[in-house]
């Protein structure tokens, strides 16, 4: 079991700087870090509804991300963050695309 959280603890670590970093360099995206687990909900400022913006993620780019509109909170995405970090990385590039090609 220690050596089990360990591990876990240490991928989330690691992933999570990933996220943070790729949210870094968006200047139109912005979130505040959990205290725990592998979820970050991350605010945008382009003017789409989160659901109509999840399933154009999904359709278009194959990314399952959660719309902030589930939650109350549409203008946010729910985005894990405990995956493969290639995955991860993949991902959010994808992310991106699909954000750059929406008008802000």
Same mark, same amino acid.
């Given at each position: ?9 240490? $991928?989330? =670590?690691?992933?999570?700087?990933? !996220?943070?970093?790729?949210? /870094?360099?968006?200047?139109?995206? &912005?979130? $505040? ?16 509804? &989160?659901?109509? !913006?999840?399933? =154009? ?11 902030? #509109?589930?939650?109350?909170? #549409? ?19 994808? $992310?991106?695309?699909?954000? /750059?090609?929406?008008?802000?």
């Amino acid at each position: 079991r220690t050596r089990l959280l360990a591990r876990t603890r240490g $991928i989330v =670590r690691a992933n999570y700087q990933l !996220l943070r970093s790729w949210l /870094d360099k968006r200047t139109l995206f &912005s979130h $505040i870090p959990p205290e725990a687990g592998a979820i970050a909900f991350v605010k945008y400022t382009h003017a789409i509804n &989160s659901t109509e !913006l999840v399933e =154009r993620l999904r359709t278009e780019r194959s990314v399952l991300v959660v719309p902030g #509109d589930h939650f109350g909170m #549409d203008g946010y995405l729910r985005i894990g963050f405990g995956s493969h970090p290639q995955q991860l990385v993949g991902a959010l590039e994808r $992310i991106a695309e699909v954000m /750059d090609l929406i008008a802000v």
